[in-house]
């Protein structure tokens, strides 16, 4: 990604800071409690979490999704009410056909084809980074906690869009590959589009959160994420192809653009939807012991982990995790108002392809 120009407007947080501080008083009656969290969670099928991250591609095997989701945030609680908060944060989920990837890490290992061999290609993307403003509530009420959260931000580095095509190996080191592409971006990363302006954009979100403990030693919690959510993205970059090009030279080297035709434009205004993100978990402690089940849903697939462990005099509390998903592994530790969880699949971070790491206070 391309850093942003000197000369381009930046949106600080400096009105933010002074929305919190003109919250009437009675509203902020009670206790101050600060709070914050910073939480990263990525999931690469096809290769490793690094290769995702750098030279996409390279170690191709199999798979059919790649995806990170990262926040930073920091706020203020005024008692057990009010929440105002600014965060950071990134999204990026790409999917695609699991014949497409192993067909594509050879081709960037160059390993022998078949000639003759076809393989389909449907690639999705779906990517944005945004810095802004949560304001939220939360109520306790006997055994049940509700919490209810609305976000508004400033949107950049938008990528969205479809290509879907074939590759067809003509001998053991060649071969075509064409394709039809729709997509919107902050930079034409397949034509090499120059006349371009970066879009601006503006998102909103909210967020609930239910908890119920019925008893000491049972509890329930649903939280959700990114609901109704959309960024409206103006003066957007567009690039659609009026017939499959080719693009095998790009693949190769980099450098040569497509053969074709294509169509650029300038959309004025754009919607991007944001897929909402569920999570549960069932938590439950006979004395010092505790077992918890966890669930999470989000790109349009889900899965489950559980996890037990043990609380110790001192107040420390460890958690050991598995997502059999991935095989993903991990442990999470609370002291206080602190806490912080580390899981992934391998342990040589070369190899990593899921990783959960978190920490948080006051949350």
């Known amino acids: 990604m ?94 695609l056909n699991d014949e497409a990837a192993r067909f594509y890490g050879r081709v960037k290992r160059d390993e022998a084809l078949v000639p003759g061999e076809r393989i389909p290609v449907k690639l999705s993307v779906h990517g944005f980074t945004g810095n802004g403003l949560r304001i939220g509530y939360r109520v306790r009420e006997g055994d049940w906690e509700v919490a209810l959260g609305g976000a508004l931000f400033k949107a950049d580095y938008l990528l969205e869009g479809d290509l879907w095509g074939e590759m067809l190996a003509k001998t053991p080191e060649d071969f075509s590959f064409e394709a039809s592409i729709d997509y919107v971006y902050y930079e034409d990363l397949i034509f090499g589009r120059e006349d371009t302006s970066r879009p601006e954009g503006v998102g909103w979100s909210g ?39 080719s693009l095998e030279q790009r693949i190769q080297d980099g450098k040569q653009a497509p053969a074709g035709l294509w169509a650029e434009r300038t959309i004025d205004r754009y919607y991007q939807e944001i897929d909402p993100r569920y999570r549960f978990r069932l938590d439950w402690n006979a004395d010092a012991w505790h077992g918890t ?42 002291l206080g108002k602190w806490a912080g969880v580390l899981a992934v699949d391998q342990v040589e971070w070369e190899k990593v392809q899921a990783v959960t790491l978190g920490v948080s206070y006051g949350f």
């Open 2 to 95: 391309t850093g942003m120009s000197p000369d381009r407007k930046r949106w600080g947080f400096g009105p933010a800071f002074f929305l919190m501080l003109s919250i009437p008083g009675p509203v902020c009656a009670g206790e101050l409690n600060l709070f914050g969290q910073f939480r990263l969670q990525a999931i690469s099928e096809p290769e490793p979490v690094k290769g995702m991250l750098g030279n996409w591609g390279d170690e191709f095997e199999s798979g059919k999704r790649q995806w990170i989701d990262a926040r930073t945030e920091f706020g203020v609680r005024y008692g057990n009410g009010l929440e105002v908060s600014l965060f950071s944060r990134a999204l990026a989920d790409l999917r």
């Open 207 to 245: 967020d609930l959160m239910l908890a119920w403990q019925p008893q000491d030693h049972i509890r329930l919690e649903f939280a959700a994420e990114d609901l109704f959510a959309r960024i409206r993205w103006t003066d957007v970059p567009a690039t659609r192809t009026l017939e499959p090009v």
């Open 293 to 334: 089940l966890r669930g999470q849903y989000q790109f349009g697939y889900g899965y489950l982990g559980l996890g037990a462990g043990r609380q110790f005099a001192n107040g420390l509390t460890m958690t050991g995790l598995w997502w059999p998903e991935y095989d993903q592994f991990g442990v999470e530790v609370s």
